[in-house]
């Protein structure tokens, strides 16, 4: 195998394959990036089993081959390269050589035939959907994926559509982001539950300011593929039946509250400098004053803090416990200016919508005292 490119181009090829790997892997060929040359020019693979990356890479290819590298060492050579110009070979004993200008480096490589294949979707359906707004909506979701590996169905999002509106959710058994889209018309029906690593890798890939740039999403019974051209990520589908979690958003909340998202936001993050890494035992604490106050407040063995801030409030008066890093999770992923915040007494969940509309639902369970 032997082919020439410039540096940088190989150095990106080389962090989006890296995103898939996993660097301290018991099985080694799967510390490796494969690199292929064929007549469908350079590719580039990284495969943990579950995530699966391919980038391809532009290139003059003088002979065909493939050949697995270390991911890091590899990576860590390339980026060192004195020149741009730069030019990859293996020889039949897989001993890879890389060429840039003065620089000769030689490294052991391992065959192509040991690294696992990525599984081919036939037969797929196929969605395309805007980047821009598929990376939106995990970014607004994916912190709430559950890491307890007991719920499988919770370790990922479930992302569906009743062909008007695309929803993402994630729920971790104290919380739930929900986001949804507007469809457009005839947008097929669908429904999966992906990783949250495959989908936090995704984001990262996606095109989050040009709306018309599009992935193209294949489905089988097992996988999912995300094509954005030069780039596709292949992942396991997590086997449902996800949480039903139109039956845990109450419908008639104790107490309604509207309240600017900037204000409560900073008074609860300087609330959680007192708090620090003791969430659990040491919540945010929401009360109420007077009819148009909330005092927001935390009292640890560092010290005290307290905040009070402007509201208007429909029922009961609130007097409730939050972990703060769930409240500014939420919050810090709303655009609105002003939010509404229902209450369902002390024990009940609160639930953060728009005060016109029903884009985003973030439901955050109490800390009970």
Same mark, same amino acid.
């Given at each position: 195998m #032997?082919?020439?490119?410039?540096? +940088?181009?190989?150095?990106?090829?080389?962090?989006?394959?890296?995103?898939?790997?996993?660097?301290?892997?018991?099985?080694?060929?799967?510390?490796?990036?494969?690199?292929?040359?064929?007549? =469908?020019?350079?590719?580039?693979?990284?495969?943990?089993?579950?995530?699966?990356?391919?980038?391809?890479?532009?290139?003059?290819?003088?002979?065909k081959?493939?050949?697995?590298? %270390?991911?890091?060492?590899?990576?860590?050579i390339? #980026?060192?390269?004195?020149?741009?110009?730069?030019?990859? +070979?293996?020889?039949?004993?897989?001993?890879?050589?890389?060429?840039?200008?003065?620089?000769?480096?030689?490294?052991?490589?391992?065959?192509?035939?040991?690294y696992?294949?990525?599984?081919?979707?036939?037969?797929?359906?196929?969605?395309t959907?805007?980047? #821009?707004?598929?990376? =939106?909506m995990?970014? &607004?979701?994916i912190?709430?994926? +559950?890491k307890?590996?007991t719920?499988?169905?919770?370790?990922?999002?479930?992302?569906?559509?009743?062909?008007?509106?695309?929803?993402?959710?994630?729920?971790?058994?104290?919380?739930?982001?929900?986001?949804?889209?507007?469809?457009g018309?005839?947008?097929?029906?669908?429904?999966?539950?992906?990783?949250?690593?495959?989908?936090?890798?995704?984001? #990262?890939?996606?095109?989050?300011?040009?709306?018309?740039?599009?992935?193209?999403?294949?489905?089988? +019974?097992? &996988?999912?593929?995300?094509?954005?051209?030069?780039?596709?990520?292949?992942?396991?589908?997590?086997?449902?039946?996800?949480?039903?979690?139109?039956?845990?958003?109450?419908k008639?909340?104790?107490?309604?509250?509207?309240?600017?998202?900037?204000?409560?936001?900073?008074?609860?993050?300087?609330?959680?400098?007192?708090?620090?890494n003791d969430?659990? *035992?040491?919540?945010v604490?929401?009360?109420?004053?007077?009819e148009?106050?909330?005092?927001?407040?935390? =009292?640890?063995e560092?010290?005290? &803090?307290?905040? =009070?801030?402007?509201?208007?409030?429909?029922g009961?008066?609130?007097?409730?416990?939050?972990?703060s890093?769930?409240?500014?999770?939420?919050l810090? %992923?709303?655009?609105?200016?002003?939010?509404?915040?229902?209450f369902n007494?002390?024990?009940?969940?609160?639930?953060?919508?728009?005060?016109e509309? %029903?884009?985003?639902?973030?439901?955050?369970?109490?800390? *009970?005292?």
């Open positions: #032997k082919f020439n490119c410039n540096k +940088s181009d190989l150095i990106d090829a080389i962090s989006i394959v890296q995103k898939a790997i996993k660097t301290n892997s018991t099985v080694q060929i799967l510390d490796g990036i494969l690199i292929q040359a064929d007549d =469908n020019g350079v590719k580039l693979t990284g495969y943990d089993l579950e995530t699966g990356i391919e980038a391809d890479l532009v290139s003059d290819i003088v002979e081959g493939s050949v697995v590298v %270390n991911s890091k060492f590899f990576g860590e390339v #980026k060192r390269l004195p020149e741009e110009m730069t030019t990859i +070979s293996a020889d039949d004993r897989n001993q890879v050589t890389i060429l840039s200008g003065a620089a000769n480096s030689v490294i052991k490589g391992s065959s192509a035939e040991s696992p294949k990525i599984p081919i979707i036939d037969n797929a359906e196929k969605i959907v805007s980047q #821009k707004l598929l990376k =939106n995990i970014n &607004h979701t912190f709430a994926v +559950s307890d590996d719920r499988q169905s919770l370790t990922g999002c479930c992302l569906e559509s009743d062909g008007k509106t695309i929803s993402m959710v994630a729920i971790d058994g104290f919380r739930m982001a929900l986001r949804r889209e507007d469809a018309s005839d947008f097929p029906v669908m429904n999966f539950i992906i990783p949250g690593k495959a989908l936090s890798e995704a984001s #990262k890939i996606f095109d989050g300011e040009n709306e018309d740039n599009e992935v193209i999403i294949y489905s089988s +019974s097992n &996988h999912l593929l995300f094509d954005v051209g030069h780039v596709r990520i292949v992942s396991r589908l997590i086997q449902g039946p996800f949480v039903n979690y139109n039956s845990i958003i109450q008639n909340p104790k107490s309604v509250m509207k309240v600017n998202r900037k204000d409560i936001l900073d008074a609860v993050d300087r609330a959680a400098l007192i708090i620090m969430e659990r *035992r040491c919540p604490q929401l009360t109420m004053s007077d148009t106050t909330l005092m927001v407040s935390a =009292n640890t560092t010290g005290t &803090h307290k905040e =009070n801030i402007d509201i208007t409030i429909e009961e008066q609130i007097d409730i416990d939050f972990n890093r769930y409240l500014i999770d939420a810090k %992923n709303i655009e609105d200016d002003v939010v509404r915040i229902e007494g002390s024990q009940g969940p609160c639930i953060i919508v728009p005060v509309g %029903n884009e985003y639902v973030y439901l955050i369970l109490p800390i *009970r005292r």
